[in-house]
């Protein structure tokens, strides 16, 4: 069982460039999302879902978009990335509503470099 | 809005003793969760334990204990029995009844373990 996967672990961009971070849970989650860590910050969420076809904006969406066309992937875009976009992303996902409410498993977390 | 606040960004403890790390928060909600999440030096971010605000029992899990101080809107892990393993970054997170994951994280702890 692979639980939540994300990919690239690493990536190093220049400013301007586009890219996808890839996740992918096997656990039939119904909920998904996107935090990104920066230091001394904690953790803050960009974008959720809660369902195939269903997405919505967290604390800090700006320079992000994200799409769910099936129940397993949630991959999170940036556009034009900026040197503020330099950052730890981690996807999570959790059960169906009502069940185990902000029990989250995460991925491993991508680094991303924006130059 | 709702936020989170650890005021005690590296904490250190000896092998084999007892160590509590500390945590506010602020809400107007009634039904809402705490949790105490760990990220070891692997990133991989891990629930440790989980507090529903309707229960006045304190939640444990082996070695894991929190104090769960309603009115104070105060919520600290206890760790006994500390061993090298504990080290780790230690978040402290909240959400609002009915949210499936949406959590608001603290700035983090860096527990240090001396042998």
């Known amino acids: 069982n692979a639980g939540v996967t994300q990919t690239p672990k690493f990536q190093v961009l220049k400013t301007g460039q586009s890219m996808t971070l890839q996740c992918a849970q096997d656990?039939?989650?119904?909920?998904m999302s996107w935090y990104r860590q920066d230091p001394g910050m904690g953790l803050r969420l960009i974008h959720y879902?809660?369902?195939?076809?269903?997405?919505d904006q967290g604390e800090v969406p700006n320079g992000y978009n994200v799409s769910r066309s099936t129940t397993e992937d949630f991959p999170l875009r940036l556009l034009s990335a900026a040197p503020s976009q330099t950052s730890v992303y981690f996807c999570?996902?959790?059960?169906?509503?009502?069940?185990?409410?902000?029990?989250?498993?995460f991925g491993e977390g991508s680094r991303l470099t924006v130059l | 809005a709702q936020t989170v606040t650890q005021s005690q960004p590296e904490m250190s403890v000896q092998e084999a003793e007892t160590v509590t790390l500390s945590c506010t928060y602020d809400?107007?909600?009634?039904?809402?969760?705490l949790f105490w999440y760990k990220q070891p030096p692997s990133r991989q971010m891990i629930l440790v334990i989980r507090?529903?605000?309707?229960?006045?029992q304190n939640a444990t899990e082996n070695r894991f204990s929190v104090n769960f101080q309603k009115a104070a809107k105060s919520f600290s892990l206890k760790i006994s029995d500390s061993q090298l393993g504990d080290a780790a970054m230690y978040f402290c997170?909240?959400?609002?009844?009915?949210?499936?994951?949406?959590?608001?994280f603290g700035k983090g702890t860096k527990l240090s373990v001396k042998p």
């Open positions: 656990m039939n989650h119904e909920y």
């Open positions: 879902s809660v369902g195939a076809g269903i997405t």
């Open positions: 507090q529903e605000a309707y229960k006045q």
């Open positions: 809400t107007s909600e009634s039904d809402y969760y």
């Open positions: 999570a996902s959790s059960y169906g509503p009502g069940l185990h409410p902000g029990e989250l498993f």
């Open positions: 997170a909240y959400t609002r009844g009915g949210s499936q994951g949406n959590l608001i």
